[in-house]
């Protein structure tokens, strides 16, 4: 933490200096030459044809406004400036949507004009982003990809087929939180949802519980999955200031770098083991995601996908692990913020 305090204070007194002098050579007006701009680009100023939002302070932008509750410090702007506003968050330009029709404008009627995003520095680890339909622009291959993931990992026709496995683990879950009942031990519901949706996941992924604690594989499993949650759910200076990429003070970059190498080292062990026919105890072949990804990889050019990015498409499991760990703290956020 001294470290960090270290280099925050270093950048701030960096940033300052080059904001004051490039303020300064703006207002000097010269005749016959031209004034070199900053090489270092600070809080844009300039907010033409932008939703309105909160001055930015400089160098920080907004990040104060947001304060220990986010959530709620969100909402409350949003009674100021409307359901579209833009906060500038150090150097990051971020466009917040504070309502349910907005927001079905956005993530579906437009959804094509919105796709192309800011890459988060930690999906740089291992080049993740080249090979993530989270993360690519819109390009031939992450039309290919987006469509496989609709076809194999997001349609009707999977959901339908899984409603039994949803029914038994929803019993699972029904079962743990009695035994912890009538032991009289406290229930970690947010642990709980995340091993029973892991194990869901999983199941139709790979056709095989990977929330088993008894199995030193499904705990080393479960201990990336982890840690690539606990990484990526960190603020991330290098995300707010580019200039500190390079370093990467928190080593978000570094820890999520190692966590994804592990994973795609037990994703590709998993291939291996599929290619060569071993398959889990009691599943049926071309029934899991898994075994439709090698079918396509192994079809006609024009709907091929790589070996090497299959994996890649598996990592998105964990990002729903995450999203159901946390469903409770959301669902409490957005009661809160109401």
Not at 59 to 80: D, R
Not at 134 to 147: A, E, F, H, Y
Not at 222 to 244: H, R, T
């Amino acid at each position: 933490m001294d470290c960090l305090s270290f280099l925050l204070s270093l950048l701030s007194a960096w940033l300052a200096i080059h904001y004051l002098l490039s303020s300064a050579l703006r207002g000097i007006k010269l005749s016959s030459k031209r004034v070199p701009p900053c090489p270092f680009p600070l809080v844009k100023l300039s907010y033409k044809r932008m939703p309105p939002g909160p001055f930015p302070l400089p160098i920080f932008g907004n990040l104060f406004k947001l304060g220990t509750t986010p959530h709620i410090s969100m909402a409350e702007m949003a009674q100021t400036y409307g359901p579209i506003m833009i906060l500038q968050l150090g150097q990051l330009p971020t466009v917040i949507i504070s309502s349910a029709a907005v927001a079905k404008e956005v993530l579906k009627t437009n959804d094509i004009s919105f796709s192309n995003r800011t890459v988060p520095d930690a999906a740089y680890a291992i080049n993740h982003h080249e090979s993530s339909v989270g993360w690519l622009p819109v390009s031939d291959q992450w039309r290919t990809l987006r469509k496989i993931c609709i076809s194999q990992l997001f349609s009707i026709r999977r959901l339908d087929a899984q409603e039994g496995l949803r029914r038994e683990k929803v019993e699972e879950l029904i079962s743990y939180v009695e035994r912890c009942s009538q032991a009289g031990i406290a229930v970690d519901i947010g642990h709980a949802a995340f091993i029973i949706n892991l194990n869901m996941l999983s199941r139709t992924f790979f056709s095989f519980d990977l929330g088993d604690s008894s199995s030193e594989f499904c705990r080393e499993f479960k201990d990336i999955v982890q840690g690539i949650m606990d990484e990526n759910g960190k603020p991330n200076l290098a995300d707010y200031f580019p200039i500190l990429k390079r370093i990467d003070p928190q080593g978000i970059r570094r820890n999520t770098e190692a966590h994804y190498k592990k994973m795609i080292h037990i994703f590709n062990t998993l291939i291996e083991q599929r290619l060569q026919g071993k398959r889990p105890p009691g599943s049926v072949k071309d029934t899991d995601v898994l075994d439709a990804l090698l079918g396509i990889n192994q079809e006609t050019p024009k709907d091929q996908i790589e070996r090497s990015q299959i994996p890649h498409l598996l990592l998105v499991s964990t990002s729903f692990s995450y999203f159901f760990k946390h469903h409770f703290i959301l669902s409490h956020s957005s009661t809160q913020s109401a």
